[in-house]
Protein backbone atom coordinates (compact mmCIF):
# COMPACT_ATOMS: atom_id res chain seq x y z
CA UNK A 1 0.00 0.00 0.00
CA UNK A 2 2.51 2.35 0.99
CA UNK A 3 4.69 1.53 -1.92
CA UNK A 4 1.98 2.35 -4.27
CA UNK A 5 1.08 5.42 -2.18
CA UNK A 6 4.77 6.42 -3.16
CA UNK A 7 4.17 6.13 -6.60
CA UNK A 8 1.28 7.93 -7.29
CA UNK A 9 1.84 11.01 -5.25
CA UNK A 10 5.58 11.43 -6.62
CA UNK A 11 3.50 10.75 -9.80
CA UNK A 12 0.98 13.61 -9.35
CA UNK A 13 3.47 15.93 -7.75
CA UNK A 14 6.20 15.59 -10.96
CA UNK A 15 2.81 16.51 -13.36
CA UNK A 16 2.23 19.80 -11.39
CA UNK A 17 3.69 22.88 -13.65
CA UNK A 18 3.44 25.63 -11.33
CA UNK A 19 4.83 25.73 -7.60
CA UNK A 20 1.69 26.35 -6.39
CA UNK A 21 -0.12 23.70 -7.61
CA UNK A 22 2.90 21.32 -6.55
CA UNK A 23 2.26 22.84 -3.14
CA UNK A 24 -1.96 21.70 -2.98
CA UNK A 25 -0.84 18.77 -4.48
CA UNK A 26 1.05 17.74 -1.48
CA UNK A 27 -1.12 19.58 0.94
CA UNK A 28 -3.24 16.89 -0.43
CA UNK A 29 -0.82 14.22 -0.17
CA UNK A 30 -0.42 15.21 3.03
CA UNK A 31 -3.89 15.03 3.96
CA UNK A 32 -5.07 12.04 2.66
CA UNK A 33 -2.05 10.67 4.42
CA UNK A 34 -3.35 11.54 7.85
CA UNK A 35 -6.54 10.64 6.68
CA UNK A 36 -5.24 6.96 6.13
CA UNK A 37 -3.19 6.99 9.21
CA UNK A 38 -6.63 7.71 11.48
CA UNK A 39 -9.02 5.60 9.62
CA UNK A 40 -6.10 2.63 10.84
CA UNK A 41 -6.01 3.26 14.06
CA UNK A 42 -9.52 3.70 14.29
CA UNK A 43 -10.17 0.18 12.94
CA UNK A 44 -7.48 -1.25 14.72
CA UNK A 45 -9.03 0.50 18.11
CA UNK A 46 -12.73 -0.66 17.31
CA UNK A 47 -11.21 -4.08 16.70
CA UNK A 48 -9.66 -4.39 20.01
CA UNK A 49 -12.65 -3.28 21.87
CA UNK A 50 -14.50 -5.49 20.03
CA UNK A 51 -12.53 -8.13 21.65
CA UNK A 52 -12.57 -6.34 24.86
CA UNK A 53 -16.09 -6.63 24.96
CA UNK A 54 -15.95 -10.17 24.01
CA UNK A 55 -13.72 -11.24 26.70
CA UNK A 56 -15.88 -9.38 29.03
CA UNK A 57 -18.90 -11.08 28.23
CA UNK A 58 -17.71 -14.28 28.33
CA UNK A 59 -15.42 -13.68 31.90
CA UNK A 60 -18.01 -11.86 33.58
CA UNK A 61 -17.56 -13.78 36.74
CA UNK A 62 -13.96 -13.02 37.01
CA UNK A 63 -12.22 -10.02 38.97
CA UNK A 64 -12.11 -8.22 35.91
CA UNK A 65 -10.62 -4.63 36.25
CA UNK A 66 -9.27 -1.59 33.99
CA UNK A 67 -5.94 -2.23 34.83
CA UNK A 68 -6.28 -5.87 33.92
CA UNK A 69 -7.87 -5.23 30.62
CA UNK A 70 -5.29 -2.72 29.75
CA UNK A 71 -2.69 -4.88 30.44
CA UNK A 72 -3.95 -7.43 28.87
CA UNK A 73 -4.55 -5.33 25.92
CA UNK A 74 -1.22 -3.43 25.91
CA UNK A 75 -2.37 -0.15 26.90
CA UNK A 76 -1.91 2.25 29.40
CA UNK A 77 -4.60 1.78 31.86
CA UNK A 78 -5.61 5.48 31.53
CA UNK A 79 -5.41 5.69 28.15
CA UNK A 80 -7.75 2.49 27.54
CA UNK A 81 -10.49 3.95 30.03
CA UNK A 82 -10.67 6.81 27.51
CA UNK A 83 -10.41 5.01 24.63
CA UNK A 84 -12.99 2.48 26.16
CA UNK A 85 -15.47 5.38 26.70
CA UNK A 86 -15.23 7.02 23.67
CA UNK A 87 -15.67 3.97 21.69
CA UNK A 88 -18.61 2.73 23.54
CA UNK A 89 -20.25 5.48 25.30
CA UNK A 90 -19.49 4.36 28.55
CA UNK A 91 -17.47 3.71 31.26
CA UNK A 92 -14.94 -0.08 31.14
CA UNK A 93 -16.39 -0.26 34.70
CA UNK A 94 -20.28 1.00 34.22
CA UNK A 95 -20.20 -1.36 30.99
CA UNK A 96 -18.80 -4.31 33.19
CA UNK A 97 -21.52 -3.35 35.79
CA UNK A 98 -24.33 -3.36 33.17
CA UNK A 99 -23.19 -6.97 32.17
CA UNK A 100 -23.16 -8.95 35.73
CA UNK A 101 -26.52 -6.96 36.46
CA UNK A 102 -27.99 -8.05 32.55
CA UNK A 103 -27.00 -11.71 33.87
CA UNK A 104 -27.84 -11.86 37.30
CA UNK A 105 -31.60 -10.69 36.20
CA UNK A 106 -31.52 -13.89 33.75
CA UNK A 107 -30.55 -16.03 36.74
CA UNK A 108 -33.32 -14.43 38.84
CA UNK A 109 -35.89 -15.43 35.86
CA UNK A 110 -34.49 -18.46 35.21
CA UNK A 111 -33.27 -20.35 38.16
CA UNK A 112 -33.95 -20.45 42.13
CA UNK A 113 -30.31 -19.52 43.02
CA UNK A 114 -29.94 -17.77 46.49
CA UNK A 115 -28.89 -14.00 46.28
CA UNK A 116 -25.75 -14.61 47.95
CA UNK A 117 -25.25 -17.35 45.52
CA UNK A 118 -25.68 -15.32 42.17
CA UNK A 119 -23.64 -12.40 43.58
CA UNK A 120 -20.56 -14.63 43.29
CA UNK A 121 -21.64 -16.33 39.95
CA UNK A 122 -22.28 -13.02 38.64
CA UNK A 123 -18.76 -11.42 39.68
CA UNK A 124 -19.40 -9.94 42.86
CA UNK A 125 -17.32 -10.75 45.86
CA UNK A 126 -19.92 -9.11 48.63
CA UNK A 127 -23.43 -10.13 48.37
CA UNK A 128 -24.34 -6.70 50.00
CA UNK A 129 -22.70 -4.77 47.69
CA UNK A 130 -24.05 -6.84 44.70
CA UNK A 131 -27.46 -6.23 46.29
CA UNK A 132 -27.06 -2.77 46.69
CA UNK A 133 -25.92 -2.21 43.39
CA UNK A 134 -28.86 -4.05 41.70
CA UNK A 135 -31.26 -2.36 43.21
CA UNK A 136 -29.27 1.38 42.56
CA UNK A 137 -29.77 -0.46 38.66
CA UNK A 138 -32.78 -1.97 38.62
CA UNK A 139 -34.72 -0.25 41.38
CA UNK A 140 -35.50 -3.69 43.13
CA UNK A 141 -33.64 -5.79 45.51
CA UNK A 142 -32.67 -9.04 43.35
CA UNK A 143 -35.73 -11.03 45.71
CA UNK A 144 -38.02 -8.27 44.67
CA UNK A 145 -37.09 -8.58 41.06
CA UNK A 146 -37.58 -12.39 40.79
CA UNK A 147 -41.25 -12.16 42.83
CA UNK A 148 -42.19 -9.40 39.94
CA UNK A 149 -41.01 -11.91 37.76
CA UNK A 150 -42.36 -14.65 38.45
CA UNK A 151 -45.65 -13.00 39.04
CA UNK A 152 -45.64 -11.88 35.88
CA UNK A 153 -44.47 -15.18 34.43
CA UNK A 154 -47.88 -16.88 36.78
CA UNK A 155 -50.03 -14.16 35.10
CA UNK A 156 -48.80 -14.56 31.17
CA UNK A 157 -49.82 -18.28 31.74
CA UNK A 158 -53.12 -17.94 33.27
Same mark, same amino acid.
Given at each position: ?65 ? =? ?5 ? $????? @? +???? #? *???? !? ?26 ? =? ?5 ? $????? @? +???? #? *???? !? ?19
Amino acid at each position: YLDKLKTDSLERITCCKTYSQMKNETVNIISNLISTQISTKKNKHDAIMKKCIQYIDTNFKEDISL =EYMAELF $YFNAS @Y +FGSL #F *KSIN !GITFSQYLQKVRINKAKEYLKNTAIKVY =ELAFSVG $YSDPK @Y +FIRV #F *KNEV !GFSPDEYRRIVLSKKNEDTL
